[in-house]
């Protein structure tokens, strides 16, 4: 077949104000806006004209095209009034999987910031008095009650703020306490947690002086007190969070620590990373150490997240003695990192679930809470769902793992589906299980797909079987 010249072929394009005028595309420019309508017309026009320059497209070819102009100009809309941000199938089986969101919130806490955040709401107003009050009373009564009443002494000694994320409550801390002083922590503790949250980096913007005692692996209560000066601002205890040391080691304990802070009328601060509500011991995790139980040892403040094993919105949250907290609230680094109306929300409501001691409702520690017989049962219950030819599905034993920064050997007894695809390598199954919609993430491990419906919301099962009904026929 005769090819044409590329300038014969150009003619027969339309040009964008004549396409404008068109009904389908004047309908489209009605209801997606005429300025994104134009824009894919140009960018649909435009490669055409790349396919015609490279002389892949004859005189037919570029027939066919112009009769499906509209619909492509139509998909081309569609496609870039999509949301970039949605949401995905986490079949990881890491619960605080930083990449995917941490945690998600509960069904009451988003209609909780759905129904507050709508309209107008009383944030900082107090009702009875017609007057203006602060954000903060709406989830530090909370906090009291879950910290202080339950169990342990000075209630009203002791209170809770709210900032962004518990890099921004670290650095807070440091700053109110520590500017221009000096603050101890273990060289083995000296740690950087994902997306670069280094406690040297983060001391250094606060204006505090690191002072670095023991060694890697041991450090002991003497290096703390050898360390003191009358430069001495604060003793810090970081919890590791993403690695551990064992073999040849020694730490501080907790008990010394605060005696030692106590004797030279020093505070003591605790970075928890993953500030656990509830006792990780009934689910069979032991050495993490819970905010109630930092408290209760004596711990001055602790910082730790909203969005890890607490289960609520991103934040970071600052609970301690009372005048150390309001020294932090009157600092006015504290008035750039607070949180809007509906972290105080969602907060609220993931609080509230804790008093109410209805754990379930509270999703990653419900799915802390499941039983490997519980992800079993569903996982059989799946895999009779997606049965084809082609698709391989074993059911085997397997770990799923807190993640979001609490310690790697957390890990959670699961059932897992194995999967293979004939014709498909495991990285490719991997990659098609991306591309559906909701997209849904797995991990690869001996050449086989890897599913843990631990961290899958039961409501999506049907839409993961559809998932591979899709690709595997
Ligand atoms: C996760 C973590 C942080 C950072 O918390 P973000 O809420 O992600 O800012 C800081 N310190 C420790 C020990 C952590 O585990």
Redesign the pocket.
Known sequence: MKIQPATELYRKLPAVDELVREPAIRSLAESCGHEVVIGSARSVLARLREEIASGRLDESAVKLALSGLSAAIESEVRRSLKYSLRPVINATGVILH?NLGRAPLSETALEHVRETAAGYSNLEFDLERGARSKRDVHVDRLFRRLLYEEGSASATNSSTIVVN??????LLVLNTVADGGEVIVSRGEL?E???S?RIPDVMAKSGAILREVGTTNRTRISDYERAMTERTRLLLR?????FEITGFTEEASTADLVALAHWRGIPLME????GALFDLRSVGISGEPGVLDSLRSGVDVV?Y????LLGGP???LISGNSELVARMRSNSLFRALRVDKLTYAALESTLLAYVRRDHDAIPVVRMMRLSREDVGRRAEALAKQIVSPNLKCEIVDGESLLG???APSCVLPTRLMALSCEGLAAEELCAKLRAGDPATVARVEDGRVLLDLRTVFPEQDAALAGNFARICG
């Open positions: 930083t994320n518990n890099a921004a409550a670290v740690v947690i994902g997306g949250f970081v919890h590791r969070s993403n970075d928890l990373g993953s910082t997240s909203g969005d890890k991103q934040a970071g979001g920064g609490a």
